[in-house]
């Protein structure tokens, strides 16, 4: 099954006014989320083979030099069986993401063909990044993701301004999570504003950081003022093997 596909740009930001003032300014980067089931006969060793075709074949390529490759399984969901594992890309553009794609698509026949999953859906995505949870090498990630919605009167803005001051606070009780906005371009059917994403580049610092949030931070006005701004459902959880860090 080849792995590309054309995706159709749909995203549609809300308009945000322009007499509001806001405390910090969003940096955009983009992803791709394969997600998939493994083909008949195919496992996790045979993924991993192909990742390493996929590295090999991304050297002093175009639109690869500054690309973030991940594998996540899902562990924690109310779903197990609907995917085996999703392929995840950040680019740090869409120049970088599509300069990506026409390699793909135009020299990467034997890798694609090789792919060793079936596809069960395909997304594109914008990401506005909160904070970041800092690599550490030969160590497996965790990530949760929570779909989101605003309540009347909250923006986008508003909420990444949120996220932001928690982060900081966050940061000074000694945690290290990585949060995320995740905005569907093209791929998803759901109904979600957006989707809020914590990590940990440790499985082990992230159960850690929990304790951190639930013993010193439980209770804030942040934690206090957060459904202010939005509700957030469908938590799920994969485990994350990094394959490329820039």
Not at 116 to 127: D, F, I
Not at 138 to 153: A, F, K, T, W
Request: some cysteine; proline content about 4%; aromatic content about 12%.
């Amino acid at each position: 099954v080849m792995r590309i596909i054309i995706l159709i740009i749909g995203l549609s930001f809300p308009l945000i006014g322009s007499s509001q003032t806001y405390e910090h300014e969003p940096i955009a980067n983009k992803a791709e989320y394969w997600i998939s089931k493994f083909a008949p006969r195919k496992d996790m060793d045979d993924l991993m083979k192909w990742s390493e075709d996929y590295v090999e074949f991304t050297n002093d390529r175009k639109g690869f030099e500054n690309i973030n490759s991940s594998i996540m399984v899902p562990y924690f969901t109310n779903d197990i069986s609907s995917a085996d594992f999703i392929w995840l890309d950040i680019y740090p553009n869409s120049t970088e993401q599509y300069a990506a794609m026409e390699e793909l698509v135009k020299n990467g026949g034997d890798l694609n063909n090789n792919w060793p999953g079936n596809n069960v859906r395909v997304l594109s995505a914008w990401q506005w990044e909160i904070s970041n949870s800092p690599a550490i090498e030969d160590s497996n990630g965790i990530v949760e993701y929570q779909d989101c919605m605003l309540r009347e009167g909250a923006s986008l803005r508003t909420a990444f301004d949120g996220y932001k001051n928690f982060a900081s606070i966050s940061q000074e009780a000694g945690s290290s999570m990585g949060m995320k906005m995740i905005f569907n371009e093209s791929g998803s059917e759901g109904d979600s504003d957006y989707v809020f994403t914590i990590w940990n580049s440790s499985i082990s610092k992230y159960g850690s950081d929990l304790d951190t949030y639930v013993n010193e931070l439980n209770g804030t006005p942040w934690n206090k003022n957060h459904g202010d701004w939005a509700i957030c459902k469908n938590s799920r959880t994969f485990t994350s093997i990094p394959i490329m860090i820039p």
